[in-house]
Every structure is written in structure tokens, then in C-alpha cells.
């Protein structure tokens, strides 16, 4: 079992970067694949980035790539998600989560433990 706790929220202005930090307890955090979600009001919750056990690879939705960069520090248990160019519709809760596939992975039932979610909030 991991536990997961997201921080680096915050409110920025439009073409404005963020960082977020997931940080993970336990010692098998190398064990999961890894992925960012967001949820903005109203709607359902959807897939931003998902990075590999090793860090190796990484898959992005289109709305945030070439923009967003997912990474992994395994010796820190904690993952990263460097947001550059912020639009107000990156507006959203960010979560990360742990899959225990080793596939990377997009649909959300298909990853086990989920962290409390952060606010990022976009003003144009």
C-alpha cells in the first residue's frame, strides 16, 4: 500500500508555470506506474500524465503536451509535474496516483491509490 500527498498548488496567472509534488510513502514507490490526474468543477475526472516505473517513459494527454512534463525521482518517492504555460482551463484540482500495472496507463479505475488532490487555479 502507498499513500500519496500532493502539494505545489496554487494560483497563477495565464503563461505562468507551476510545479507539483506528489510525494509517496512506503518503499515500493519504483514498484508503481505513476499518473496526474484533474477534475474541474462540473466535470469528470481525466487523465493529464502518466510516467513509468523507471521514469523511462512517459504518455501525455493532448491538451497539456508540449506544455506539462511528467518526471519521477525514485530515491525521494516523490514525482513531479512542471506546468509551463498555464491556461485558465488548466484551472482544476490536480491528484496523482499509483497503478499497479506496468503498462502505462490512462483511465482512472485503473489506478489504486489516489492522493487528496491540490488546487491550481488559472486567471486569464
Known amino acids: 500500500q502507498v499513500q500519496l500527498v500532493e502539494s505545489g498548488g496554487g494560483l497563477v496567472q495565464a503563461g505562468g508555470s507551476l510545479r507539483l509534488s506528489c510525494a509517496a510513502s512506503g518503499r515500493t514507490f519504483s514498484t508503481y506506474t505513476m499518473g496526474w490526474f484533474r477534475q474541474a468543477p462540473g466535470k469528470e475526472r481525466e487523465f493529464v500524465a502518466a510516467i513509468s516505473r523507471s521514469g523511462g517513459r512517459t504518455y501525455y494527454a493532448d491538451s497539456v503536451k508540449g506544455r506539462f512534463t511528467i518526471s519521477r525521482d525514485n530515491a525521494k518517492n516523490t514525482m513531479y509535474l512542471q506546468m509551463n504555460s498555464l491556461k485558465p482551463e488548466d484551472t482544476a484540482v490536480y491528484y496523482c496516483?499509483?497503478?499497479?500495472?506496468?503498462?502505462?496507463?490512462?483511465?482512472?479505475?485503473?489506478?489504486?491509490?489516489w492522493g487528496q488532490g491540490t488546487q491550481v487555479t488559472v486567471s486569464s
Open positions: 496516483a499509483a497503478s499497479s500495472l506496468v503498462v502505462l496507463t490512462m483511465p482512472p479505475p485503473t489506478y489504486d491509490y
